[in-house]
């Protein structure tokens, strides 16, 4: 069934879920081993739950009432009719259908968000790495996605689920909490600046010859930059003769990677090769990689004049990234 790397990483993801149990419908018990895979029995289940959510909604509006019999709780027409009195058994059945319908919804979510993450490795052409994910990083993920019902903010968890089945370690603790408490109005923000991070740790300093007082280059204004900061995704922002050194061997091919771009480039001289630059934090660099946003290709073809003004042979391409920190190139242009 696991023909090629893409494959094996979506049956990791679902034994994971199995295995770790991170899935309330999915209980290694109910997985029939003998027969089909664990990956397509929790996707079959997984997809069972479109008419669990509706079911829920309809117990929300009153139209369902559920009700305990025996150890199974059963969803049965709300024919009886109650009489505008507020009573003790009254309302402890309110509260056993609010706690029905919160866990119904957490599983829901939850689905949703193993399908979208699904959808996130098809095509990848990533080794499988031999490492598990770690149980408290997924108990933890779990806790944040099953709270998530937007398709917005349920695909992110769906990446950073992605990115960690490929390599396990990856994601912190620490950025998961950051995108649990992060407003909409920081998400915005912050999502501006991800076209520009470059997954070497920097964001090319590039002054307007205009205006030097509040733009870094005509994409990013010194005050997004200093609200960056306060978040922790940037650092230093006011040391601007600090540069960061990109040599690479002499005769060899070096490359810098800004989301789905990378800049290859090739030092032909003695000379170094530096860039004005901004630090970016770890939580940075994980947040772009995370958003899944496209490069700000202007900005690149800056960045990569700049390269050739230090003696450098520079493409433009996309890449797919390999193991030992390695990336394969193809769509190179020269610049």
Request: hydrophobic share 40%.
């Amino acid at each position: 069934m696991a023909d090629g790397p893409y494959e094996k990483l979506i049956l990791k993801l679902w034994d994971t879920v199995v295995d770790k149990g991170i899935c309330g419908v999915l209980r290694p018990a109910q997985m029939r081993r003998e027969g089909l895979a664990k990956s397509v029995v929790a996707r079959n289940q997984i997809l069972m739950l479109a008419q669990a959510e509706k079911d829920a909604e309809d117990v929300r509006n009153g139209m369902l009432i559920s009700k305990i019999e025996g150890s199974n709780v059963v969803l049965k027409p709300n024919i009886e009719k109650y009489e505008p009195v507020v009573d003790l058994p009254s309302m402890y059945a309110v509260i056993r259908e609010d706690i029905i319908i919160e866990r119904v919804q957490n599983e829901i979510n939850i689905a949703k968000t193993l399908l979208k993450a699904e959808k996130e490795l098809e095509g990848q052409e990533v080794e499988v790495s031999e490492a598990d994910i770690e149980s408290d990083w997924i108990n933890r993920w779990r806790d944040y996605a099953c709270k998530v019902s937007t398709d917005e903010m349920q695909s992110i968890w769906a990446r950073l689920l992605a990115g960690e089945v490929k390599s396990p370690g990856k994601f912190s603790f620490r950025t998961m909490e950051f995108i649990k408490n992060i407003t909409k109005k920081e998400a915005q923000e912050i999502e501006s600046v991800l076209p520009f991070i470059f997954k070497e740790g920097f964001i090319f300093r590039g002054y307007l010859q205009s205006n030097r007082t509040r733009y870094i280059h005509k994409w990013l204004s010194l005050d997004i930059l200093l609200k960056m900061q306060e978040l922790g995704i940037v650092q230093e922002i006011h040391q601007g003769n600090v540069t960061i050194n990109l040599n690479g061997n002499k005769g060899e091919t070096a490359f810098i990677r800004c989301n789905e771009k990378a800049l290859t480039f090739l030092r032909e001289g003695d000379s170094d090769i530096n860039m004005p630059y901004i630090a970016v934090t770890q939580l940075g660099i994980q947040l772009a990689e995370i958003a899944g946003c496209n490069a700000n290709e202007e900005y690149l073809l800056a960045v990569g004049e700049h390269l050739k003004t230090q003696g450098s042979q520079v493409f433009l391409v996309d890449y797919v990234d390999m193991q030992a920190g390695a990336i394969r190139v193809y769509n190179a242009k020269a610049l």
